[in-house]
């Protein structure tokens, strides 16, 4: 189960809730009942429930919360009014802090605009007020919404979803970066174990030991095809089949042991803050298709081009000298040079910031992906 839930039922002019009260009954309801705990305001301490009939309701700064004017505007508004129930288990809200009123009405007025925003409100025609309860297992906070233009508000399921994502990704923010910090090592794990292997496959090839003729044969096929083709000799520059090919080989690769447990272990990661707020975990996307995983393409591109560039590399022809042929020994000599320039090159290359990927990663959740698409990462 999702640890955010969030219920968004709405109420019609002139209906009724299953109490049978009206929409300014409902408000009186949420402000007043047992258990509302009312936020510091002017300096003054919050008390839950200690004077009965104590109004808990609070809304954006400087808006001034008088229970008879937000029961009569809410009887008389003329659209539609969502009443948005998010609910936390009580563990989580103890320990994220989510356990007072003071803590839920940052949040909410800080998200106001996103929340707006899902329910296609301009900003300055949102009206909200809301209520914390501290429930025994699942503090819960109620608030109301609707806008000053009766024709505008609309909340879909993709709505729905995308607030619980905004709202998730603020209370559950500290843990969600260690979960991202997680995974982008263990991407840079796959990188850097991939490029290693890719590496020597190649010299194998090239020194007769490579054991499966298929997967030889559809690299030479590569490294042939990119000596021939135009531009940069870069993944995003080729052409579709060329593509096809790289995919393939990467494919390949991918579906070795060692590389497929990290994977795994990255899916479960993404899966982890998907968990937050919704039931839905997203498909593991192949790892040749995911785009997070470019670097692994280019990879196979740039050993496939040194190695279509060596005098020969498709000659059927190749006698050997001793053990290995005598191309292959020359062009190990050289293949393993240029790599070996390119990495101590790289070591003066300034690093990549992580800090940057997780803030990175964390505004993509927090904007909860308004496109539709359920992404995590980097």
Known sequence: MAKLILKAPYYRPGSRTETGSGRGGYTQ???????????????????????????????????????????????????????????????????LGYNTADAWRDLLRARRNDIAKEMHISPENLRWYAAFHNAETHPHVHMMVWSSNPAEPYLSRKGIENIKSVIAGDIFRDEN???????????????????????????????????DSGFELKFKALAERIQKSKGKKVYGYLDKETKRMVDELVKHIADEPKISEMYDLWHKCRCEVFQN?????????????????????????????????????????????????????????????????????????PEQDESEDVD???????????????????
Request: with cysteine.
């Open 177 to 211: 970066l260690c979960v991202y910090k997680k995974q982008t090592e263990i991407r840079d794990d796959i990188r850097r174990y991939f490029r290693e292997r890719m590496e020597e496959i190649a010299a194998e090839i090239n020194a007769g030991t490579f054991i």
């Open 29 to 95: 309801y949420i402000a007043t009942r047992e258990g509302v705990e009312v936020p510091h305001r002017d300096g003054m301490v919050g008390y839950i429930g200690e004077r009965p009939g104590s109004c808990g309701l609070f809304s954006d700064e400087g808006v001034p919360v008088v229970m008879t004017q937000v029961k009569e505007e809410a009887d008389k508004h003329p659209g539609n009014i969502w009443t948005l129930i998010f609910s936390l288990q009580r563990g989580d809200a103890e320990r």
């Open 277 to 349: 707020y919704t039931d839905a975990i997203p498909d593991k996307i192949p790892l040749e298709k995911n785009k997070e995983f470019k670097p692994l393409r280019n990879a196979v591109v740039n050993v496939a081009n040194v190695y279509g560039k060596q005098p020969n590399a498709f000659s059927k022809t190749d006698q050997p000298v001793g053990k290995y042929s005598l191309k292959s020994c020359l062009w190990n000599l050289m293949y393993f040079a240029s790599m070996t320039i390119r990495n101590q090159a790289q070591k003066y290359m």
């Open 360 to 378: 990175k990663e964390l505004r993509r959740e927090i904007k909860a992906k308004n496109d539709g698409e359920l992404y995590f990462g980097y």
